[in-house]
Every structure is written in structure tokens, then in C-alpha cells.
């Protein structure tokens, strides 16, 4: 892609490790117009100086960042701490931000790039409530953004809950309102973010280019592979933020269905926070099959992510994270 052809984008996020590769991976590929921070996995005043850290680990202070929403819409907030560390960001050592926040709200930034720019692709891989508000406070702005590219939910189980993945549960009203609002949605769900993991292997092959940033990711990676692994179980933390960029940068890594995607929005349900999405017309290995007639067919609202070539995806997040200083 030339400079004139890079899909211009803002990434709502809550960093966060995974935040972070995709803010790096992002900023090598797109044109991104800013960075927009929400609560999350650390409390906001944390989030948004880990998305300068970063942005400054990286050299791209040219990014402008935005202080967003300190709490869900509706529920109490809830931090992850466990899997990234009380400061969001825990592993490397990284300097606290010089950089300063822009002086507006991340709500206002997301409503003025979607009438700045044309065909503007915000990917949401947080809690929602930042892109909730937006579509809330102006009508156009749904109507406006091309795409919502959505790190959350799962077509199959859950991370918090067996039912509901973290960014959705931490704030399931906001959820509703963006899989309602029309918009067009790539949902990159746990059912395949999960099967992309920052191994030993990848660790290391970050460490041996010998550059500063891939290593200070190396070390970020060895502390979230602890996080979310007492969880999983498995030897690396989950490269789910990351895959969500990838789809828009080559879009034949992850393979999509269009679904229809409901959020549980009632507390007290054993499914709060699940994307409910309709797969009655996927074969059992999530392969489309066509249209399902039984029981009432629902309109799709979401491409939701069904596969990914994991090893297509690693190389292409290591060599955006290894082409930096
Ligand atoms: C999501 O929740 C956060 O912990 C990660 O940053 C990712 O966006 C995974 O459930
Ligand atoms: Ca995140």
C-alpha cells in the first residue's frame, strides 16, 4: 500500500498488551488518525498513558491520543489486573509518557474524524462504551464510519465467563448499542483470537532481532503469558487485538460469516456479556452452509471471524513489530 492508499482508522482501545501490538501493527500499515483510550484492563488514567508509552516506544508521537470514558455506560467497572498488571502494562521497562493528551475528549475525536475523513475505520478493542457514546451523542456518526472492526465476544465460550469474553462484559449496553447501530462490523472473536498465541518461540523470535522495541514486546509478552495463561492454560497470552487490525491489512488472514450477533444485556443471566450470534447457517466446523429457514431466520449484522491462518498472522505481526527501532 502507498502512503495515498492507506485505509486512514482510530483505534479505541484499553491497553493492554495485545493493545499495544495492535496499536504498533496499525501504525506500520494504516494511516491512523488517533488513538482513542477507554477503561478496560487497567483503569483509564492508566490506559491512556500506556497508548503514549507505546506510541513513544515506537516513534509515533505524530498519533494523537484521547482520554475517553472512565466507566461502562450502565455497570460497575471492572479491571483486569490479573492478566496485564496493576499498570496496564506491566513487563518492560517503560518510561511514564512525555507526550501530552490531546485537549479533547475521545468521545468528540471519534464524531470529528468521522466527518473529517472519508470512509474512516474505527477498530474497537475495548469495552465499547467510547464508540456507544459516539453513536449516541450524534446521530451520524453510525452512518458515517465505514466499519467497526470489533476485538470482542466469541462465537463459541467465553474468557470471563464460560459465556462472555471481556471487552463485552465489561460493558454489554454499549455492546448492544454498537451491534444495533448499522454500522457494517467485523467481529474478531475468542474462537479465533485463542488460537494465536505469543508462544515461547515467538518470544524469543522477537528478542533476537536484538532492536529495542521488538525486545521491550518480548518482555511485555513473558509477563502476559503468565496473566492470561493461570487462566488458559495455554504457554503464551493470546494475540487477540492484533487480529483484529490484520483484517483490515489483508483481509484473507481471517475468514468471516455474516451472522446475526445479539448482546446479553440482563444481569443476573448466566449468558450476561455473550454475543449471542446465530449460527445456524455454519456447518459444525463454522464453514457457511447458506441460509437456515427453521425456527425463523434473523438478519445478519456482523461478519463474524470463523478461521485464521495463525501462521500468516504471526508473520505479519512480526515483521511490523521487528521493522521498528
Ligand atoms: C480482550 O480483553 C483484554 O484483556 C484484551 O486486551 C482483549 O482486548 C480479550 O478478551
Ligand atoms: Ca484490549
Given at each position: 500500500m502507498t502512503?495515498?492508499?492507506?485505509?486512514?482508522?482510530?483505534?479505541?482501545?484499553?491497553?493492554?498488551?495485545?493493545d499495544a501490538l495492535a496499536i504498533l501493527l496499525a501504525a506500520r500499515h494504516l494511516d491512523?488518525?488517533?488513538?482513542?483510550?477507554?477503561?478496560?484492563?487497567?483503569?483509564?488514567?492508566?490506559?491512556?498513558?500506556?497508548?503514549?508509552?507505546?506510541?513513544?516506544?515506537?516513534?509515533?508521537?505524530?498519533?494523537?491520543?484521547?482520554?475517553?470514558?472512565?466507566?461502562?455506560?450502565?455497570?460497575?467497572?471492572?479491571?483486569?489486573?490479573?492478566?496485564?498488571?496493576k499498570?496496564?502494562?506491566?513487563?518492560?521497562?517503560?518510561?511514564?509518557?512525555?507526550?501530552?493528551?490531546?485537549?479533547?475528549h475521545a468521545v468528540d475525536v471519534l464524531i470529528e474524524l468521522s466527518r473529517s475523513v472519508p470512509d474512516l475505520?474505527?477498530?474497537?478493542?475495548?469495552?465499547?462504551?467510547?464508540?456507544?457514546?459516539?453513536?449516541r451523542r450524534d446521530p451520524g456518526f453510525a452512518s458515517r464510519v465505514k466499519r467497526f472492526r470489533i476485538?470482542?465476544?466469541?462465537?463459541?465460550?467465553?474468557?470471563?465467563?464460560?459465556?462472555?469474553?471481556?471487552?463485552?462484559?465489561?460493558?454489554?449496553?454499549?455492546?448492544?448499542?454498537?451491534?444495533?447501530?448499522?454500522?457494517?462490523?467485523?467481529?474478531?472473536?475468542?474462537?479465533?483470537?485463542?488460537q494465536s498465541l505469543a508462544t515461547p518461540d515467538r518470544r524469543d523470535q522477537l528478542r533476537a532481532t536484538g532492536r529495542r522495541t521488538a525486545i521491550a514486546f518480548a518482555d511485555m509478552l513473558d509477563f502476559y503469558a503468565i496473566g492470561e495463561g493461570q487462566y488458559s492454560g495455554l504457554p503464551g497470552g493470546a494475540l487477540h487485538d492484533p487480529m483484529a487490525v490484520a483484517t483490515l491489512i489483508?483481509?484473507?488472514?481471517?475468514t468471516t460469516a455474516p451472522l446475526n450477533v445479539?448482546?446479553?444485556?440482563?444481569?443476573?443471566?448466566?449468558?450476561?456479556?455473550?454475543?449471542?450470534?446465530?449460527?445456524?447457517?455454519?456447518d459444525a466446523a463454522f464453514r457457511p452452509r447458506g441460509v437456515y429457514t427453521q425456527g425463523g431466520a434473523t438478519t445478519p449484522n456482523a461478519d463474524v471471524a470463523t478461521a485464521v491462518d495463525d501462521a500468516r498472522f504471526w508473520d505479519l505481526?512480526?515483521?511490523?513489530?521487528?521493522?521498528?527501532a
Open positions: 502512503d495515498t492508499q492507506r485505509p486512514a482508522v482510530v483505534i479505541d482501545c484499553d491497553p493492554g498488551h495485545d491512523v488518525r488517533a488513538v482513542t483510550a477507554v477503561h478496560g484492563n487497567a483503569p483509564l488514567e492508566r490506559t491512556h498513558a500506556n497508548a503514549r508509552r507505546v506510541l513513544e516506544l515506537g516513534g509515533r508521537t505524530d498519533i494523537p491520543v484521547a482520554a475517553g470514558c472512565d466507566r461502562p455506560l450502565v455497570r460497575e467497572a471492572h479491571f483486569a489486573p490479573d492478566v496485564h498488571g499498570s496496564g502494562l506491566d513487563g518492560p521497562d517503560l518510561p511514564e509518557p512525555t507526550m501530552p493528551l490531546m485537549d479533547a475505520e474505527v477498530f474497537a478493542v475495548g469495552p465499547l462504551t467510547n464508540v456507544a457514546m459516539a453513536i476485538m470482542g465476544g466469541s462465537l463459541t465460550f467465553g474468557n470471563v465467563t464460560p459465556a462472555a469474553e471481556f471487552n463485552i462484559w465489561a460493558d454489554p449496553d454499549a455492546a448492544h448499542i454498537v451491534f444495533g447501530a448499522g454500522t457494517p462490523i467485523t467481529m474478531v472473536g475468542l474462537n479465533v483470537t485463542m489483508d483481509p484473507t488472514i481471517v445479539q448482546v446479553e444485556t440482563a444481569r443476573g443471566s448466566v449468558a450476561y456479556g455473550m454475543t449471542l450470534c446465530d449460527g445456524r447457517g455454519l505481526l512480526f515483521e511490523a513489530i521487528a521493522s521498528y
